[in-house]
């Protein structure tokens, strides 16, 4: 397939919302049976009940006895970026690369995508639509002695299939050290016969877009892959006769401005050479020294029989549970899961510069980053910090989002974040425009990016972080 042919597949299913296969109307009955139906019980239980994970004798680090999965260990951080120049906490040590992929297929002209009704014992309500296959090493080398993951195949080269995406991706920086996914969308001819199970089902992009404007539907892995989908670029000319023939949605100005900032690659407030400077310089003014140490070690947070927690009950804390799931490849399990101490809010600020809608990207640096700084949300507020009286440092912008009026809020819903690692963590993620009186005088770590240009850095390892996909995965052109 020719560059330009991938992309307008994939614009063209960005635009398609009606589906003869699973009309959009039919898919929440459809979601919610399939949550009826599954046996689902998540069971808070002391560390000591947990079977087949310990406590290390040495480090106090929480570990699966097979060595594999992930580990629960204690990192001291250095840096002199932000208003905290030490801290010691918990983090993920999941060293795998696992596969976030997702099959897709034409059906008379337009691509689908093969998603799956999944439930992970931390997802808020359950069952969400997930990608086809989400699998960490563990879970696919079956080290937990279950069945090998549904479609596998079509992703470790035993199929022939045409890759149309394949990036690795950051996890949650603040959470995870140095946690990376491979996340991938394969197509298979139109006249390849695949056993359609009965959790699966075929959407277009459109369809799954329209399903992110609504509260907890499309899990965290399925944003990040459909996060990182080109739709191609196009000089200014060739935009302005796409507007003149009117192929936009005519009724969504917003729609249409953000479908423009997606596509133009001319109209900007900085070239990419402009950015990458920015982003270089970022990386030198700032130090990120990680170091681990042992969990049992780590100050200011407290480990019980119970739960990990932050002494002042800030952040988030570590529990274990019992799961039983009963169409997982394993029906029943204990692990750890990371519980947030509130929601947050996630946010991008949007201001149309020169005829074309910025968004306000900034440099942030966390704990796990591979590379010191990645590409957040304008705001990034994920432990509830924000709220007066209980945040460390002023957060630009905050004001500004806590204060946006109706009109000005362009989408806004609360999503999950895993439920594999998370137990009920949602965000507020929104997209809010500026009023004109918004001064471009921006801090040091915060630029104005086109949609397009954000694009241009994404198909790229470890630039923009998994909030700031998780956004663009939300904006929708029909």
């Known amino acids: 397939m020719k560059t330009y042919e991938k992309y307008f597949a994939f614009l063209k299913s960005a635009l398609t919302t009606k589906n003869a296969m699973m009309p959009s109307e039919n898919f929440f009955a459809w979601l919610k049976e399939k949550n009826h139906q ?165 959407l277009t992009l459109g369809q799954i877009k329209s399903f992110l404007q609504y509260d907890n539907i499309v899990n965290m892995d399925t944003r990040t892959v459909i996060s990182g989908i080109p739709f191609g670029e196009y000089p200014h000319s060739v935009i302005d006769f796409y507007e003149t023939l009117k192929y936009t949605n005519e009724n969504n100005s917003h729609e249409n401005g953000l479908l423009i900032s997606m596509l133009d690659s001319e109209r900007h407030l900085h070239n990419i050479d402009e950015i990458i400077s920015w982003i270089t310089n970022q990386k030198s003014l700032y130090d990120l020294d990680v170091e681990k140490i042992p969990l049992k070690t780590v100050k200011d947070w407290v480990i019980s029989n119970d739960e990990i927690y932050q002494k002042n009950r800030k952040y988030f804390s570590i529990i274990g549970v019992n799961v039983e799931i009963s169409n997982r490849e394993v029906m029943t399990w204990d692990q750890p899961l990371i519980k947030a101490s509130q929601e947050g809010i996630i946010a991008f600020i949007i201001k149309k510069i020169n005829g074309i809608y910025h968004f306000i990207v900034q440099a942030k640096l966390e704990a796990g980053n591979f590379d010191i700084i990645e590409l957040a949300p304008t705001v990034q507020c994920l432990t509830g910090n924000y709220r007066k009286g209980l945040n460390e440092y002023d957060v630009p912008f905050l004001d500004l989002v806590l204060n946006a009026r109706q009109e000005q809020i362009w989408y806004s819903s609360f999503q999950s974040e895993e439920g594999g690692r998370f137990f009920k963590e949602q965000n507020k993620n929104m997209i809010i425009e500026a009023d004109e009186s918004l001064n471009l005088d921006l801090p040091n770590n915060y630029i104005c990016m086109t949609l397009n240009q954000l694009m241009a850095f994404n198909k790229y390892n470890n630039y923009l972080n998994i909030a700031a996909r998780s956004l663009i995965a939300a904006v929708k052109f029909t």
Not at 42 to 71: A, C, R
Not at 99 to 108: A, H, R, S, V, W
Not at 167 to 180: I, P, V, W
Request: net charge neutral; proline share 4%.
């Open 38 to 202: 599954a046996l689902v019980h998540v069971n808070q239980i002391p560390f000591s009940e947990m079977k087949q994970w310990y406590f290390d004798g040495q480090t106090g680090n929480l570990i699966h006895e097979s060595g594999k999965f992930f580990k629960i260990e204690g990192i001291r951080v250095r840096t002199n970026w932000g208003y905290v120049p030490q801290w010691e906490q918990p983090i993920i040590n999941q060293s795998e690369i696992g596969f976030l992929g997702i099959i897709t297929k034409k059906f008379d002209g337009i691509l689908y995508f093969l998603m799956q009704a999944k439930i992970e014992p931390g997802n808020i309500n359950s069952t969400q639509l997930s990608p086809t296959i989400q699998a960490t090493r563990s879970n696919y080398s079956q080290i937990h002695n279950g069945k090998r993951p549904l479609f596998f195949e079509f992703f470790n080269g035993e199929k022939p299939v045409k890759v149309l995406l394949d990036q690795l991706q950051s996890e949650q920086g603040a959470r995870f050290l140095r946690k990376r996914n491979r996340n991938i969308i394969v197509e298979i001819e139109e006249t390849d016969k695949i056993e359609i199970h009965e959790n699966f089902c075929w």
